[in-house]
C-alpha cells in the first residue's frame, strides 16, 4: 500500500514538474514572440519611415525642378515681349521722326 502512495505522490510530483516546465517553455515562447512582433514592427516602421522620405525627396525634386521649368519659360517669354517692345519702340521712333522731318 505504500508503495502505491509513494507511486502515486511521485506520478503527482512528475506531473507538476512537467506542468512547471511546460509553463517554462510556454512563457519563453510568448517572450520570443513579443520580442519578434516588437523588432517587426520596429523594422516596418523604419522601412515605412524611409519610403515617406523617398517620397518627400522625389515631391521636392519634382518641384523643384517644374520650378525650374516655369522660371525658364517665364524668362523666355519675358525675353519675347522685351523684344516685341524694342522692335515697336524702334517703330514708333521711326514714324516720329519721319512726322518730324516732314514737317
Given at each position: 500500500?505504500?508503495?502505491i502512495i509513494d507511486?502515486i505522490v511521485k ?63 517665364v524668362e523666355k ?27
Amino acid at each position: 500500500m505504500k508503495t502505491i502512495i509513494d507511486s502515486i505522490v511521485k506520478a503527482e510530483h512528475d506531473v507538476q514538474k512537467n506542468y512547471m516546465e511546460a509553463e517554462k517553455e510556454a512563457k519563453t515562447l510568448i517572450d520570443e514572440a513579443r520580442a519578434k512582433t516588437v523588432k517587426l514592427e520596429d523594422e516596418y516602421q523604419k522601412k515605412f519611415e524611409d519610403e515617406v522620405l523617398a517620397r518627400k525627396e522625389d515631391m521636392k525634386l519634382r518641384a523643384e525642378k517644374r520650378v525650374a521649368e516655369l522660371k525658364t519659360t517665364v524668362e523666355k517669354e519675358l525675353k519675347d515681349k522685351k523684344s516685341v517692345i524694342e522692335k515697336k519702340r524702334g517703330a514708333i521712333k521711326e514714324k516720329i521722326i519721319k512726322m518730324v522731318l516732314e514737317k
